[in-house]
């Protein structure tokens, strides 16, 4: 059974670029949620999507944005990026909205900003 | 709010030694709580999970059980491995919320 799927693995963009990324979430599963990982703030959550819909957010600006696809597939956008956001960006896959099914988490993508 | 604190790394042991890595928690109510690991370049894997007061998580000879009383969910393993090398990270999680880290513990395993 495949895992949870991002792309790319590795982006370099300059600052003030916009970059998307993308997440593909174990077959079945309908809920994905993204988080951002630095040495600094360590795991901070971005937010989560279920069935197409964004149902939990957490506290970064509007650059940030996501959604999420019939298919479960999903993307986040991050625009007008600053040197900060430089980060491994994970995604995490679960099968619905019982917090007991716990989430797979994908190998992430690695953004640097210059 | 909600919030987990880890003990502070590196922690550096030999092979075969005793672990454990401190976790304690801040929540209301009854968190499901997580061990994380994260080896090199990769993504997170759950390593065990615990769901009430009382459980006892366990897998590949870690162990973390969950104490109310001291909002607790230390990890232990009685017997370390190189192989054993990576960042674990302490979770918890409410209903309607998010999954909410600690800051990782780095441990270090030399034979």
């Not at chain 1, 997440?23 to 360590?42: A, D, F, K, L």
């Not at chain 1, 986040?76 to 990026?81: A, I, Y």
């Not at chain 2, 304690?24 to 007061?53: D, I, N, R």
């Not at chain 2, 090398?85 to 309607?96: D, E, N, P, Q, T």
Request: net charge positive; with cysteine; aromatic share 12%.
């Amino acid at each position: 059974k495949a895992g949870v799927t991002q792309t790319p693995r590795y982006l370099i963009k300059t600052r003030g670029q916009q970059v998307t990324l993308s997440c593909s979430p174990i077959s079945g599963h309908r809920s994905v949620s993204w988080y951002q990982q630095t040495p600094g703030q360590g795991l901070q959550f971005l937010f989560e999507y279920f069935s197409e819909t964004q149902r939990n957010k957490g506290n970064f600006p509007g650059r940030f944005s996501g959604r999420q696809f019939s298919n479960s597939r999903s993307e986040m956008n991050v625009s007008t990026l600053e040197l900060g956001d430089s980060a491994l960006y994970l995604c995490a896959s679960s099968l619905g909205q019982q917090i007991n099914y716990g989430y797979t988490f994908g190998s992430g993508t690695r953004l640097t900003v210059v | 709010g909600n919030s987990v604190t880890q003990m502070e790394g590196p922690v550096t042991l030999s092979e075969e030694a005793f672990l454990t890595i401190n976790c304690t928690y801040t929540a209301t109510g009854y968190p499901s709580l997580f061990w994380y690991v994260q080896y090199p370049g990769e993504g997170l894997q759950l390593l065990l999970k615990a769901t009430k007061a009382d459980d006892k998580g366990s897998n590949k000879g870690f162990e973390a059980t969950y104490r109310k009383e001291t909002t607790s969910f230390h990890l232990e393993k009685g017997s370390v491995q190189v192989s054993d090398s990576a960042v674990y990270f302490c979770a918890l999680i409410k209903a309607g919320t998010a999954l909410i880290f600690g800051k990782g513990t780095t441990l270090s395993v030399s034979s």
